[in-house]
């Protein structure tokens, strides 16, 4: 049961017409894992979730999630899983108990264990004392912890969270996260999508999505590792992005990108070295102030999978 | 089966209690109607403005002009001095109906001759102008039938009662009240405004504020949100029409003359049908603007065409036809029947089977359409 997945998806699709949202996605998740789910707009991270919580037919493919069938077992799907969206869909005009008490009704907690439940996520989400104030007037912060408790008032086995963090506050994103860790630690297996790449650096594995294929599949550590042929070069010159421009054309360099006023260039290490490049740049007119290896973010991993500049 | 049905009717209640625009559609909206109504609308014409253009000056005309005025039709505002003056208090109206008394009236009166007088009615209402015309036949007739009999008294010839009397008897709203024949329109309307949108906006606002996105994702079946949504907005309808009925009984004095449960069973057919549309109008909406404009669009022909208003006897055959698509039309009949002349279903159910027919057809497909669209 321990190494059995929590989720197995095998060349799971998805169309809307001509538009392939989601093609040929295959992947697992073992129990306890925080997987994370990493795209832009539009790469089909939310098509993949529907399908997932068993509210979406895929077109072709199959998945399981807690051992029942997405296409057929839907309502089994839905009675065992959690979800929250970055809608944090509350209950306004509602209390943070009574929004509490409304889940813990819809996803029938027993009566007898619903009292202890409520206040466990009460104290969790740091919301004793305001048990009778209308989720309305909470601010971001609270809301999302709330929608969080409300999410999870049945103890599911599986969470999925459809970037929960979307426009809250850095504190209360790092607040929620140590939330999310927690519950990992318990054993609740977490599937999340998010767009912010500093998130997905604490998950168990990332998934990497684009245009709605599956581009890469590992744990951040091996993503940053395997996934860039060659060596990671941090520069700091005059006009960067000039420079730029002049860095696509010179030799052994793989890659250039622009973060802020810093240039990220991949160099195949067999053509070209720091030393090398900067004197090339210095050659064609641009002063070069520094330039040294990093280890790579998932940013540049991310940015050289899907070949943006 | 209602472990998941229970907590959203919970949550509805709580929200309605928690908002004033809906507590206020659910009860102040009946009584106000009712009130309104029952007041406002009263189609029975009577103490109409009327000027007098008296020419003839005795007795046989002062008398007509009292007759007039003690009909309760017409209230005798004031004497003209000319007839330009009479028809000019028509025309910018300082009175509705102008009566012209000729020079010579009295004396034909008199002779036993046929004696001539105008009437003059502003026509711009015609109900007004109908009523007019007829009150004044009336009173003419009357005071025809009075001359004939003294003069031939007066021709020593007794007073011998003949010709023909008409003694009509008016069924079930005796004193004619318009609020009698208001009051279970109003409960049609009513019934129907809030089950339709009160249905759409409970689940529209939903969908406005993202937590419908939530609840799909939960085990809630799409019939529980239904039947969750549902149930608490035909409890408030129910309210409602108590408010009414009491507000009509203890208020106007209209006794419901029939069958109480009957009323209730019958309204609850109706219901299935005004549902169907809530839930639909919830379906095709994004917002709850667009839902009142669209729950606007579809009143407004069961208002106008079902006979709550205008009678539909008076109404060309294509729009009489038209009258018969909507649910509301059979129900007045219904309501009308039991309230006003206290009739049951052997007299009702050609107004019961194709309400029922309507309502089951239109909510079964919006409930198909709701669980398609949720999904």
């Known amino acids: ?309 | 089966m209602f472990g998941r049905i229970a907590p959203i009717i919970l949550k509805e209640f709580i929200q309605i209690r928690r908002d004033p625009r809906t507590l206020a559609i659910v009860l102040a909206m009946p009584a106000m109607q009712l009130l309104l109504f029952g007041y406002a609308i009263n189609t029975v014409v009577d103490h109409l403005p009327t000027i007098v253009f008296d020419e003839s000056r005795d007795a046989q005309s002062r008398a007509f002009a009292a007759a007039f005025h003690n009909s309760g039709y017409f209230d005798l505002r004031a004497q003209a001095h000319s007839r330009a003056e009479a028809v000019a208090a028509v025309d910018t109206g300082e009175a509705r109906v102008a009566l012209l008394i000729p020079p010579e009236f009295g004396n034909h009166l008199l002779r036993g001759q046929q004696a001539l007088a105008q009437l003059v009615v502003d026509g711009s209402d015609p109900n007004t102008a109908q009523t007019a015309l007829f009150a004044a036949g009336m009173v003419a007739q009357v005071q025809s039938g009075e001359a004939v009999a003294s003069l031939a008294e007066r021709l020593g010839r007794g007073s011998a009662a003949s010709g023909i009397e008409l003694r009509p008897v008016v069924l079930y709203n005796p004193s004619m009240l318009s609020v009698n024949f208001m009051i279970p329109g109003l409960i049609g309307l009513i019934l129907q405004f809030q089950t339709l949108i009160l249905t759409a906006f409970a689940i529209v606002r939903e969908r406005e504020r993202g937590t419908l996105e939530q609840l799909v994702v939960t085990p809630i079946r799409s019939w529980e949100l239904m039947l969750g949504k549902i149930i608490p907005y035909v409890a408030t309808a129910c309210m409602a029409v108590g408010v009414a009925l009491a507000v009509g009984r203890f208020w106007f004095g209209v006794e419901v003359a029939g069958s109480l449960p009957l009323l209730a069973a019958l309204s609850l057919i109706f219901l299935l049908s005004s549902l169907g549309v809530g839930l639909f109008v919830s379906t095709i909406s994004q917002t709850q603007t667009q839902a009142m404009q669209l729950a606007v669009f579809i009143m407004l022909p069961s208002v106008l065409l079902s006979g709550f208003m205008f009678p539909r006897e008076g109404m060309p055959f294509v729009i009489q036809q038209l009258g018969l698509l909507i649910p509301l039309t059979y129900f007045l009949q219904i309501l009308r029947g039991i309230i006003l002349k206290g009739v049951g279903m052997e007299v009702l159910w050609p107004n019961v089977l194709p309400l029922a027919l309507f309502g089951l057809a239109v909510f079964g497909l919006s409930a198909n359409r709701f669980r398609k669209r949720l999904g």
Not at chain 1, 229 to 245: E, I, K, N, R
Request: with cysteine; net charge negative.
């Open chain 1, 1 to 309: 049961m321990t190494t059995e997945a929590i989720i197995d998806v095998r060349g799971l699709t998805k169309r809307f017409g001509d538009l392939v949202a989601v093609n040929d996605v295959s992947f697992a998740v073992q129990r306890g894992e925080v997987f994370a789910f990493l795209g832009p707009n539009g790469s089909g991270k939310s098509t993949t979730i529907r399908m997932l919580c068993g509210i979406l037919e895929p077109t072709s493919g199959e998945g399981r999630v807690l051992g029942f069938d997405i296409a057929r077992e839907g309502e089994q799907v839905k009675e065992h899983i959690g979800y929250m969206s970055q809608r944090f869909a509350l209950y306004e005009d509602l209390t943070v108990r009574e929004n509490l008490e409304f889940y813990a009704g819809v996803y029938q907690v027993p009566g007898s264990e619903r009292k202890t439940r409520l206040v466990e996520l009460i104290d969790m989400a740091g919301l004793r004392g305001r048990e009778r104030q209308l989720a309305g007037q909470l601010s971001g912060g609270w809301k999302q912890r709330l929608a969080l408790g409300c999410a999870i008032v049945h103890q599911p086995p599986l969470l999925f969270l459809d970037e929960p963090t979307a426009g809250v506050d850095p504190v209360s994103r790092r607040r929620f996260w140590t939330m999310i860790y927690g519950l990992a630690r318990t054993g609740v297996t977490v599937f999340v999508t998010t767009h912010y790449l500093d998130e997905a650096e604490h998950a168990t594995r990332v998934a990497m999505i684009h245009g709605g294929v599956l581009r890469a599949l590992a744990s951040p550590a091996e993503l940053k590792r395997g996934a860039l042929q060659g060596h990671l070069l941090s520069l700091v010159c005059d006009t960067p992005m000039q420079a730029v421009a002049l860095l696509e054309r010179a030799p052994g360099v793989r890659e250039v990108a622009l973060y802020g006023t810093t240039i990220h260039a991949l160099i195949d290490p067999a053509q070209q070295t720091a030393e090398g490049l900067s004197a090339w740049l210095g050659d064609v007119g641009i002063t070069v102030h520094g330039a040294t290896r990093i280890e790579p973010t998932l940013e540049d991993v991310f940015i050289s999978l899907i070949g943006a500049p």
